[in-house]
């Protein structure tokens, strides 16, 4: 087991280089470089930025440089110093901006995670053991549109919905008083009365596919003779049901469940633009319309990063949860 | 004695049926569980006309998508009638539109105006265009003389929301097409060269895969998205998103296209064909291919979906194609603002298309699936 740990914690570092490299391109991949951008931009609103301004800019990015070293310079900022750069829309540093949203964004994905998992896999269980029945032809007809919608127009339908069967208008995470308003329990309780919503409507298609999943899973369980063997023996349904079958079924969720990390990161990005939610989505999309590509890079990176680390705690609780993949058995049939 | 020969009689039947499938190929016998999943062919029916009406946009949208009726700016969608007060029945028509002040809210707003009727008809000459760039014609399948008439109502510059969601669906369906076509060319390549040579070419291709995956889709697509020029032409554009939609999904043919050709090699029916002595080249195109392509077709199937919708978020949020170009994302721009769409709801036809072509190809590649493997259950 420790050793699976460490080769697979080996393997992190040269995807983390290639991903670093992957997002320096698309940072770079826009016309022109990011300084001419901001320098236009000071200009169009007036506001003149001096010689020095522009040197110092030049040197802290090394953008006089060629492309290598610009990368160095980039990457050692960050490992470093932790400087991600400066976002020339919000004209503050990235990690300034990140570290307003980030806090939210969890608090939304966490809530929408919990629920995707307790009501996805419950009502999976259900309707593979209630094959057939109506509840199971139900949820199989829920789980189906919930995949094939996809967030952000079940967000815009829903919204619309609200607003003119029940005059409800959806949008944001607090009410108008609070919405710059400092944190206090005040504003705590508003928001867990607003977060509702925009929860279950990010959780939607993740619930659905969960459905969907546990439902074949179990199925394909169910049919082994084992459990025939297990029910003859005379073990009690539910019994037989959670010590083996569910066990196994929910494995290939298991496998999964690293991507939940950057998700927790970034919130559902296009149901929260439409939602009007303060998480990082809304921002990565702002920052990609304006070119702002040390925000986007920044947040790529970030997204990409904690995929990378959450697959790998996928594999180490796979392996821990089932004795198959830790005794180095792959699946060979 | 009647019993004994109906029973006969039934199992000769069920003799002829065995013996038919005993001789059936394999597609035939894909085919014949394909029919069963009767919400597959359902499916398989309304995207043949999806894309029939694909083919023919220009005919079937009555309009130009860009004309401009300067009068009837977001106007509602008119109903076709075949009964009117005075005349009873009469053949399809719409009632004319007029503008009034709404006296609660002061907007102004269309109601019917019962007295103008322009009659519907099929066969209509209308507005120039060249069918596929050959034919030139004015034939459009329906339209009326006396006045316009916009089935789905019109956006806020007085487009016909109705020819606009017809030639919407041009991009918006072979964009999914285009884009699986290549990331299938990728995938078959990359994935049979890993699974055939195996070795260090496997491994750095596997690698290579694994990283795609690991990257979120949503925020990659978005970023190389909003690297693409603005001044770009609409075909480039297209383009260029079919190329990122592919970019990210071969990965996942790959890996099926791989882990398909290890199993295959150790099949019996492998071994026997390269016993009687048959070239490598004959063993793959007629006892390799054959034997997963189905599964190929079931599991591109089911990621076109994911294209369609990958470019229709993009457009939606103003990262992927841009108007002029009329794809169903871009016209669903228009529905961003919840109260613009609170009054003027029919903007969201759009998406309803959407959700059916997305559903159909779920349905039919779920049923291709089940089909492909037909001696299951």
Redo the contacts between chains.
């Keep these: 087991m420790a050793g699976y740990v460490i080769r697979r914690f080996l393997s992190l570092i040269p995807l983390l280089f290639i991903l670093s490299i992957v997002v320096f391109i698309i940072i770079e991949l826009p016309p022109g470089d990011f300084l001419t951008v901001y320098i236009e931009q000071l200009k169009s609103s007036g506001v003149l930025i001096s010689e020095e301004e522009i040197a110092r800019l030049v040197k802290q990015y090394a953008l006089d440089k060629p492309l290598h070293i610009r990368y160095i310079t980039w990457i050692k900022n960050i490992i470093l110093h932790g400087d991600f750069g400066r976002s020339f829309r919000w004209n503050r540093p990235v990690v300034e901006l990140i570290k307003e949203r980030v806090a939210l964004s969890a608090v939304i994905s966490l809530f929408s995670i919990v629920f995707v998992w307790i009501i996805g896999v419950s009502i999976g269980i259900y309707s593979a053991v209630k094959q057939y029945s109506m509840f199971d032809y139900i949820f199989t007809f829920i789980g189906f549109i919930g995949v094939s919608i996809p967030g952000f127009l079940l967000a815009l339908l829903i919204i619309w919905f609200a607003y003119t069967k029940f005059d409800i208008y959806i949008s944001g995470l607090f009410s108008q008083q609070f919405v710059d308003a400092p944190w206090s329990l005040a504003k705590v309780l508003d928001m867990l009365k607003r977060i509702w919503v925009p929860v279950i409507i990010i959780a939607v298609s993740g619930i659905a596919g969960n459905i969907r999943t546990m439902r074949a899973n179990l199925l394909d369980e169910l049919r082994k003779q084992y459990v025939t063997v297990a029910r003859a023996k005379g073990l009690s349904e539910t019994r037989l049901l959670i010590k083996y079958p569910i066990r196994i079924a929910v494995n290939p969720m298991i496998s999964t469940i690293g991507w939940t990390l950057p998700a927790i990161f970034s919130g559902e990005s296009l149901a929260s633009i439409i939602l009007n939610l303060p998480t990082i989505g809304p921002l990565l999309m702002q920052a990609l319309l304006a070119q702002d590509m040390y925000l986007a890079g920044s947040l790529i990176l970030i997204m990409g990063a904690l995929t990378l680390v959450g697959t790998l705690i996928s594999d180490i609780l796979l392996a821990w949860a089932d004795p198959r993949i830790r005794y180095g058995n792959t699946g060979g049939k | 004695m009647m019993q004994l020969f109906t029973k006969l009689a039934r199992r000769k039947k069920e003799e002829i049926k065995d013996e038919k499938i005993f001789l059936a190929s394999q597609w035939q016998l894909m085919w014949w569980k394909f029919k069963r999943h009767k919400l597959a062919m359902v499916s398989m029916c309304i995207l043949a006309f999806l894309y029939i009406i694909v083919l023919f946009c220009e005919f079937i949208a009555p309009y130009d998508p860009w004309e401009r009726f300067e009068d009837y700016k977001n106007a509602p969608p008119q109903l076709v009638r075949f009964y009117s007060k005075e005349e009873g029945f009469r053949g399809p028509f719409v009632y004319g539109m007029k503008q009034e002040m709404d006296m609660e809210t002061f907007r102004k707003v269309f109601v019917e105006d019962e007295s103008k009727k322009y009659a519907v008809r099929l066969f209509v000459r209308g507005s120039k265009y060249k069918l596929w760039g050959l034919f030139e014609s004015d034939l459009h399948l329906f339209g009326s003389k006396d006045g316009p008439v916009f089935l789905f109502g019109t956006d806020e510059l007085g487009r016909d929301l109705f020819s606009r969601v017809i030639y919407g669906a041009r991009i918006s369906l072979t964009i999914g097409l285009v884009g699986v076509f290549l990331s299938f060319i990728l995938g078959t390549l990359l994935g049979g060269i890993s699974g055939y040579f195996g070795g260090t070419i496997d491994e750095v291709i596997q690698?290579t895969i694994?990283?795609l995956v690991?990257?979120?889709t949503?925020?990659?697509w978005?970023?190389?998205s909003?690297?693409i020029?603005q001044d770009w032409s609409v075909i480039r554009t297209y383009f260029a998103i079919t190329i990122i939609l592919s970019l990210v999904g071969w990965g996942g043919l790959a890996r099926v296209v791989r882990g398909r050709l290890l199993?295959l090699r150790e099949e019996d029916f492998i071994l026997a064909a390269r016993l009687t002595g048959a070239s490598e080249w004959r063993i793959i195109t007629r006892h390799m291919l054959p034997s997963f392509a189905s599964h190929l077709i079931a599991s591109i199937t089911l990621s076109i979906?994911g294209m369609i919708?990958g470019e229709?978020?993009l457009s939606?949020?103003?990262?992927g194609l841009r108007p002029p170009a009329i794809s169903w994302g871009v016209l669903?721009q228009d529905?961003?603002q919840?109260?613009a769409?609170?009054h003027y709801?029919w903007r969201?036809i759009p998406?309803f298309f959407?959700?059916v072509t997305?559903?159909s190809f779920?349905?039919l590649g779920d049923g291709l699936r089940d089909a492909a493997d037909p001696y299951s259950r």
């Design positions: 690698r694994d990283f690991s990257i979120p949503i925020p990659l978005m970023a190389l909003a690297a020029p199993s979906p919708l229709t978020s939606f949020i103003g990262l669903l529905a961003q919840v109260i769409v609170a709801p969201l998406a959407i959700i997305v559903l779920n349905f």
